[in-house]
C-alpha cells in the first residue's frame, strides 16, 4: 500500500485513510487501485505519489501483484 504525503495530488477515490494516514487503496487482489487491471498500467502515472518515484513503481513491480495473485 502507498502512503501519500503532504505535496501528493491523487483522486480522492482513490484515497482511504488508515491510522489517519492517507493511502492508495487497494483491490481485493492486493493492487493498487489505480493500476488498471486490463492494460496493468498505472492510471495516474504523470501524478503517481512520490512513493512511486522514488521507488520505481508504474512498472513491472505495480504488475508483480497482479501476476502473483493470478499464478495462486
Ligand atoms: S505507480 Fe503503481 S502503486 Fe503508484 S499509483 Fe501507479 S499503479 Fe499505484
Known amino acids: 500500500m502507498v502512503e501519500l ?3 501528493d495530488r491523487v483522486p480522492e477515490e ?4 488508515h491510522d ?6 487497494q ?5 493498487c487501485v489505480a493500476l488498471d487491471p ?3 498500467l ?6 503517481r505519489p512520490q512513493t512511486c ?3 520505481n513503481r508504474g512498472e513491472i513491480l505495480c504488475r508483480r501483484i497482479l501476476l ?3 499464478a495462486a
Do not use: H, K, S, W
Not at 483491490?27 to 493492487?31: I, L, P
Not at 498505472?42 to 501524478?47: A, F, G, H, L, V
Open 68 to 70: 502473483t495473485t493470478r
Open 5 to 7: 504525503r503532504a505535496g
Open 38 to 40: 486490463a492494460t496493468q
Open 42 to 47: 498505472c492510471t495516474i502515472y504523470e501524478t
Open 53 to 55: 518515484r522514488d521507488f
Open 27 to 31: 483491490r481485493g487482489n492486493g493492487a
Open 14 to 17: 482513490f484515497v482511504v485513510e
Open 20 to 25: 489517519g494516514v492517507r493511502c492508495l487503496e
